[in-house]
């Protein structure tokens, strides 16, 4: 008997018969990565706001490089200089009385009718002592502050330092009124008994000179407390 054949199942193409006859390529199943976002670079003049925005929040919170000057740092300044070349001129007026004061003094020998000199007597001695000590004291201070005046520099010094600037011209002070007032006492008592000479009138022009010393260091001393006691 005849019996019919099966019909034929038509089997499908394969992919890459596809492809190739078609020009067709296979789906991708591979999942799509989302686009990254383009950076979008500021314009120079929102970067210059930006900068100034910056500059004046740390200006404004202290951590700016550009600061204020602070005025009252700088009336102290200035206060510390007055003072300062204040304080040399005075240095330097006690410098001159004493080193004339004690100069006239030194030459007041064999002077007058009876050829008397200053160094027979206590009191004229201790008087040109006291003046050649402060000579040398009011040289090397002036020669300091004007050094550092000169220099523009302001050194550091200790309050030990302010203490002994203001303790040594208190002494100095003392010494040179004590000496002058001696000295002016024995020229007195010279002329009550022998009238007046050249020797006693020279005797009265460095006690005068010692007096005006008295004065310049005296008024160091003043500048010299202030300084000490004023707080920093």
């Known amino acids: 008997m005849y ?33 990254s976002p383009v950076a979008v670079q500021p ?8 900068d100034a925005e910056v500059v004046g929040h740390s200006e404004e919170g202290g951590g700016g490089r550009r600061q204020r000057p602070n005025l009252s740092l700088l009336r102290q300044g200035k206060r510390e200089a007055i ?9 330097i007026l006690g410098f001159v009385f004493c080193l004339v004061s004690f100069s006239v003094l030194a030459a007041d020998k064999n002077q007058g009718w009876a050829l008397d000199s200053f160094h027979h007597y206590k009191e004229f ?24 005046l000169t220099a523009g520099k302001q050194s550091v010094r200790s309050q030990l330092r302010y203490l002994f ?3 040594s011209d208190q002494v100095l002070a ?4 004590s000496a002058a007032s001696s000295a002016a006492f024995r020229v007195e ?27 310049a260091f ?7 407390g202030c300084t000490l006691f004023t707080p920093l």
């Open 3 to 35: 019996s019919p054949s099966p019909p034929h199942v038509l089997d499908s193409p394969p992919e890459s018969s596809l492809s190739s006859d078609h020009g067709l390529s296979p789906p991708d199943t591979k999942p799509k990565k989302p686009p």
């Open 43 to 50: 314009t120079k003049s929102e970067s210059r706001g930006k």
């Open 83 to 91: 003072k300062r070349r204040a304080l040399l001129g005075f240095r």
């Open 125 to 148: 001695r201790y008087c040109l002592t006291v003046n050649v000590i402060g000579f040398v004291y009011s040289g090397v201070q002036a020669y300091d502050l004007a050094y550092s």
């Open 165 to 167: 600037d203001f303790s």
């Open 174 to 177: 003392y010494l040179l009124l």
């Open 189 to 215: 008592d010279w002329e009550s008994n022998w009238g007046e000479d050249k020797f006693p009138t020279m005797a009265k022009g460095s006690v005068a000179l010692s007096l005006l010393a008295f004065l």
């Open 218 to 224: 005296a008024l160091s001393s003043l500048i010299s």
